[in-house]
């Protein structure tokens, strides 16, 4: 039988109980107060803090905080964490008199320049100033100076810190704040992130595990710290392309997965990873870019690269998934692609869209005899036509494209155009990418079997109908954008700022050091 126990019953043990919390509760603040006054005299030898009190101090530290809000990265992450635990001083408790904070500042902020960085960008000045003011028993006279000095020293701390390992852990930089052409995802400092600051055991060992472990980054670090030079870059050239490609390693948007197909767009290159290990190299052919004759280079460039304008064929940056391809694709040509190019070689010759495959179709339906129209009297502003070209050896995305979801209707893809890939500058394309060797992709792809069979033969028929084949396992794809990296055998390698994307990149760097400064 279940008993009901009564009010009345479970009144008194009740009260009892809130009252025996509240008196240990009482206790313990009776306790606290004290406390933290005895190890701050302790560790001064300053009597005024004799006198600390975490009411007294509560007060001044807003004062404070209210009046350095404005210069601070991240004021509200900063602000929560004390609201949330009763304006602990945990900085000057846990880290200051050990020598911590000092050691942080001698040996990590002021060492900014190692990664491409600099101390005034972590206000390594403002923390020594803060550090030096609160352990100056001469000037701190009253408690509330003291509370003062400690207040401005926890809030110096924590705004360097959180500073210092956002920079280390996710770059200086949100690229999607700079960059139009970027769908990347990439990983940002949250208010979880940011708080683990306040939780620091070991502080060096805390900044020592900020260092980024990716060999690459090191070999650029390396770099920087010798002076390397290029031939055909100037010294000054290098050193900031590889402060431009040390803040790209820092942006969390690096493939994690064992397999991935990643695309250099600087380098014309695409590499099959697996496992750590390059399994396939081939050349490709990527976007027109604004700076392909490298007029703009690092050293020289002027006040219209500062801002990203991209022209209207740039490869975007981009990840996604491969998750099949079409075999003797028909291509759905752009609406840009007919303004500029297709009306344009109609007008000239009437029979030019028979003779490439090329359909017309109006309002959804088939034109029957396009080379009656006058394309002369055709353009961009009256254009109501649409147009698709048929699959076979003269389609411009060849024999096969490969599928991923993207919001620029971007593809990897064959190409009927073979010679250009004996060119040393391959931004020549529309914005796809065209592929040095697509069968051999879709091999490392689909492996030796029965789909890769299917694609092997539809490709080597003429003009069949297209055939969308699937991947038994997505592949993830990356479109990236890196001017300066390590090769196998640890050799630096350079390439042209094609899309000028590290001009737009060195120039927000030098604006936030700029601010750091003032």
């Known amino acids: 039988m279940i008993k009901f126990v009564t009010a009345k019953k479970v009144a008194v043990p009740l009260l009892l109980f809130a009252l025996s919390a509240f008196i240990i509760t009482f206790q313990s603040c009776k306790k606290k107060r004290p406390e933290i006054a005895n190890i701050l005299f302790k560790k001064t030898h300053n009597k005024v803090f004799k006198d600390f009190t975490p009411e007294g101090y509560k007060v001044v530290f807003k004062q404070v905080f209210n009046k350095e809000r404005e210069k601070l990265g991240h004021a509200g992450v900063i602000s929560d964490w004390y609201l949330k635990n009763h304006f602990e001083p945990v900085f000057v408790l846990n880290h200051l008199f050990n020598g911590d904070l000092s050691k942080a500042h001698d040996d990590y902020l002021m060492h900014a320049t190692e990664h491409g960085l600099s101390p005034e960008m972590f206000h390594a000045d403002e923390l020594s100033a803060a550090i030096e003011n609160f352990e100056n028993k001469s000037q701190v006279k009253t408690i509330n100076q003291a509370y003062r000095d400690m207040a401005e020293l926890e809030i110096s701390a924590a705004n360097s810190l959180i500073d210092y390992s956002n920079a280390l852990q996710y770059g200086v930089i949100n690229p999607k704040y700079i960059y139009q052409r970027y769908s990347m995802a990439t990983k940002r400092p949250d208010n979880d992130s940011m708080s683990e600051v306040f939780h620091i055991g070991d502080m060096q060992s805390y900044l020592e595990n900020l260092q980024p472990k990716d060999p690459q980054y090191i070999a650029l670090q390396n770099a920087l710290k010798n002076n390397f030079e290029e031939k055909g870059f100037s010294g000054e050239e290098c050193k900031r392309i590889i402060l431009v490609n040390l803040e790209r390693l820092r942006w969390r948007n690096k493939p994690y997965q064992d397999k991935y197909v990643i695309v250099n767009i600087p380098d014309y290159m695409l590499t099959v990873v697996d496992s750590g290990r390059s399994v396939l190299k081939m050349k490709v052919c990527v976007g027109q870019g604004r700076n392909v004759d490298n007029k703009n280079t690092l050293e020289a460039y002027d006040d219209t690269c500062k801002e990203d304008k991209p022209g209207e064929h740039e490869t975007p940056l981009l990840n996604s998934l491969i998750y099949g391809v079409e075999v003797n694709p028909i291509w759905n040509i752009p609406r840009s692609i007919a303004n500029k190019e297709i009306i344009v070689e109609a007008a000239k010759d009437k029979f030019y869209l028979g003779n490439n495959n090329i359909d017309v179709y109006k309002d959804d339906k088939l034109v029957e005899n396009p080379e009656d129209i006058d394309w002369t009297n055709i353009t961009k502003q009256n254009l109501p036509y649409h147009f698709k070209q048929e699959p076979g050896s003269s389609n411009s995305l060849g024999l096969i494209k490969f599928l991923f979801d993207n919001n620029s209707s971007i593809y990897l893809h064959d190409t009927p155009v073979k010679w250009v890939f004996s060119q040393k500058m391959r931004a020549v394309s529309h914005g796809c990418i065209r592929l040095g060797d697509p069968k051999g992709l879709a091999q490392n792809l689909f492996g030796d079997g029965d ?56 120039e927000r760097l030098q604006k936030i050091l700029q601010a750091g400064k003032n």
Do not use: H
């Open 451 to 506: 789909r890769f069979k299917t694609i092997s033969d539809d490709m080597g028929q003429d003009n069949p109908d297209p055939t969308t084949i699937y991947l038994p396992k997505k592949t993830p794809v990356y479109i990236t954008y890196v001017t300066c990296w390590a090769d196998e055998n640890g050799k630096l390698q350079f390439r042209n700022d094609v899309y000028g994307l590290d001009i737009v990149l060195y």
